[in-house]
Nanobody
């Protein structure tokens, strides 16, 4: 059974930092593209950052220079370091592991709240 367990969310003031982690079990981690999404109430999930199996990273424009995604294959962990947080970064952050359309898995989400 594939499991993605996120941690690290919480409440922080604007300008602060948080580090999200996602530990994956039940699959061989290294070939998966790992992605962090976030969702605002009443809106669709949006891709925040991704890291491919070869280490290539991708970010939405609004977080470039502030967020950094990384992976550690031996511990099957993907992390998202979030610096200089803004109130508009508030949302539920979800971890996604994708190898193919048939092998696409989600975590339960972790709440990030940034106060003004």
């Amino acid at each position: 059974q594939v499991q993605l367990v996120e941690s690290g969310g919480g409440l922080v003031q604007a300008g602060g930092s948080l580090r999200l982690s996602c530990v994956v079990s039940g699959v061989i981690f290294s070939p998966y593209t790992m992605t962090w999404y976030r969702q605002y109430p009443g809106k669709q999930r949006e891709l925040v950052a991704s890291i491919a199996a070869n280490g290539t990273t991708n970010y939405i424009d609004s977080v470039k220079g502030r967020f950094s995604i990384s992976r550690d294959n031996p511990t099957s962990t993907v992390s998202l370091q979030m610096n200089r947080l803004k109130p508009e970064d508030t949302g539920v952050y979800y971890c996604n592991a994708r190898f193919s359309a048939l092998s696409n898995h989600w975590g339960q989400g972790t709440q990030v709240t940034v106060s003004p």
